[in-house]
């Protein structure tokens, strides 16, 4: 039986839902399961216990993604992860590997004589699986499952690069973190999304977790989100008073950063509903700045069994200059396009 119809049959959703999210599909990719979610149809929890009744395989818990040790993520290899969808989970006398779908027994085979262990597989949402994919294998998620792409309002300033003569990088052999190839991305960029995507990437050693928050008028709102397991277009529905944001209004108004856990009644809480943050998560709020203005809050999130990542802010804010020039670039481009 197909998700949709399990789901109905179980009273969770209506043939109503299911429409909408095949035309949502169709638009943006991603699976059916995972269009229910961002049309706010079903929770991702409860799609994850469908998806176990459909397979008929173990449930995986989110509590299990929130913490993978490195000796497990390492046992497979980044392009097997990216070619079938699969996360490692934990390993004890067997690997537990996270899967959207069954694996075939050639490909659990050929899993086991990799790892060298017994594999076992337990079934989550696509949405979980393509988060921890991003946290950590640093491989995006490929479907276009997200939010409008929203363009900066912004006014203009001149472009000027300037690259250091040396900047210290937690991944110094990782190629991707190149600072010549960042640069070049910045300059051939054609939207924010695309700038703010390759500085989401640059930093990713340093954040595996990242969302965007945009400062759009008197309103702040999620834009971007990257290794967080929410869809795009729920995290885009979050939104914020300006004026309400008693704790970030310095980083909009003065430059200034927060560092730290947000105390409990805080009102910035309504913008991390859909994130899945755990009381223990350190935030680390920057300001992203163009045409001299604070357009975004850039925000990477650290659990206290992660290395602090202090010892990087420097690159991070030097990140978030060269992605607010960018931006800046793009909107200039656009303005010089215009015929009327």
Not at 161 to 178: D, L, M, Q, R
Not at 268 to 289: G, N, T
Not at 312 to 325: I, P, Q
Request: aromatic share 8%; hydrophobic share 45%.
């Amino acid at each position: 039986m197909k998700i949709g119809e399990l789901l109905v049959s179980q009273g969770i959703i209506t043939e109503v839902d299911v429409e909408k999210a095949l035309k949502a599909q169709k638009r943006r990719g991603g699976k059916l399961g995972t269009n229910l979610v961002a049309l706010n149809c079903i929770s991702d929890r409860d799609l994850a216990q469908g998806l176990a009744t459909q397979f008929d395989l173990p449930c995986a818990q989110w509590k299990d993604f929130e913490h993978i040790d490195s000796d497990v993520t390492e046992l497979v290899l980044p392009e097997f992860v990216e070619m079938h969808s699969i996360v490692p989970l934990k390993k004890a006398q067997e690997l537990i590997v996270a899967v959207g779908a069954p694996l075939s027994e050639a490909i659990i085979e050929r899993l086991q004589n990799l790892v060298h262990l017994p594999v076992s597989t337990v079934i989550a949402p696509e949405i979980w699986i393509s988060a921890a994919m991003e946290r950590y294998f640093n491989i995006s998620r490929d479907w276009a499952c997200g939010a409008d792409q929203r363009e900066s309002a912004s006014q203009g300033h001149d472009l000027l690069w300037e690259v250091p003569g040396a900047i210290e990088f937690p991944c110094p052999n990782c190629e991707k973190t190149s600072v010549d190839s960042f640069l070049a991305s910045m300059l051939n960029a054609n939207t924010p999304k695309e700038v703010v995507d390759y500085g989401m990437e640059f930093v990713w050693r340093i954040f595996p977790r990242q969302a965007l928050f945009l400062v759009n008028g008197m309103q702040i709102e999620g834009w971007l989100v990257r290794g967080l397991p929410t869809h795009a277009l729920l995290f885009a529905e979050t939104s914020l008073p300006k004026k309400n944001a008693k704790l970030f209004a310095p980083i909009i108004d003065e430059r200034n950063e927060f560092h730290g856990q947000l105390p409990k009644n805080a009102q910035e809480f309504e913008l991390f509903e859909h994130l899945h943050l755990s009381e223990e998560d350190q935030l680390h709020v920057f300001p992203l700045r163009s045409f001299g203005t604070t357009i975004g809050l850039w925000m990477g999130l650290n659990s206290p069994a992660s290395p602090s990542p202090e010892p990087h802010f420097d690159v991070v804010r030097w990140t978030a200059e060269k992605v607010g020039l960018a931006i800046s670039r793009v909107a200039l481009s656009s303005e010089i396009r215009k015929h009327d």
